[in-house]
């Protein structure tokens, strides 16, 4: 596998249901990234993490919990959500800095459904 | 604040005419710009960035995006489209004295027609 992976690709979950996204990088990077991409609307960006560590929470409600493990995966856990946090959720790496651009590579992202 | 602004949603265009898909951006600081592709069920992927330098900027697959700072525009275009540029381009900023924090637009889906 090279590039950035998620899985599942599609996921359709209950309102009351816990589920949990994957994203699993193989560039050496050391930065990762959720956004969230729905219908009509600008990319969001949601959760950051640099070197392990978050360093972004973009003010996303707590029914979504981000795990950073190591440099090398992400997860997203999902907990009661609603139906307006159906979207698709794509995961982003990049390498670690605070202090110059580095390109951001993006993997093809997980649909989501919420009933 | 940073905010980017696409105003066409959807662009039909023939195949072998060519295209602008418009961009203009709200920044009270310099910024990065770049234009996103996302074909459909992928991910993004970046088609061409201006950081510095020459204000025209190319692409390898015939695209070029063009920055002028005095209308904070950051159009792109193609003299000539094929069937497989049908896909979703989203035009996004950073700031730059910032190293990630993308600020996307909207997207504008580009239909392209035989």
């Known amino acids: 596998e090279t590039g950035v992976t998620q899985t599942p690709r599609h996921l359709v979950m209950g309102m009351t249901n816990k589920k949990s996204l994957k994203c699993e990088q193989h560039?050496?990077?050391?930065?990762m990234y959720w956004y969230k991409q729905s219908a009509k609307k600008p990319l969001e960006l949601m959760f950051v993490?640099?070197?392990?560590?978050?360093?972004e929470n973009n003010s996303v409600p707590s029914r979504f919990s981000p795990e950073c493990p190591n440099s090398s995966h992400l997860f997203l856990h999902l907990h009661t959500l609603q139906p307006e946090d159906s979207a698709l959720y794509l995961c982003a790496s990049s390498q670690g800095s605070q202090s110059s651009y580095n390109e951001q590579f993006f993997g093809p992202g997980t649909r989501l459904t919420v009933l | 604040a940073q905010s980017v602004t696409q105003l066409d949603s959807q662009v039909p265009v023939f195949e072998e005419a060519p295209v602008e898909l418009r961009c203009n951006y709200s920044s009270s600081v310099s910024v990065y710009l770049f234009w996103y592709v996302q074909y459909p069920n992928q991910g993004l992927q970046l088609l061409l960035k201006?950081?510095?330098?020459?204000?025209l900027v190319e692409s390898i697959n015939g695209f070029e995006a063009e920055f002028n700072k005095s209308q904070t525009s950051f159009h792109l275009r193609k003299p000539s489209v094929h069937i497989s540029d049908t896909a979703e381009y989203f035009c996004?900023?950073?700031?730059?004295?910032?190293?990630?924090?993308?600020?996307f637009g909207s997207g504008t889906r580009l239909l392209v027609r035989p």
């Open positions: 201006y950081l510095s330098g020459s204000t």
């Open positions: 996004a900023v950073i700031r730059m004295d910032s190293s990630y924090k993308l600020i």
């Open positions: 993490y640099n070197f392990k560590e978050q360093t």
């Open positions: 560039l050496g990077h050391n930065a």
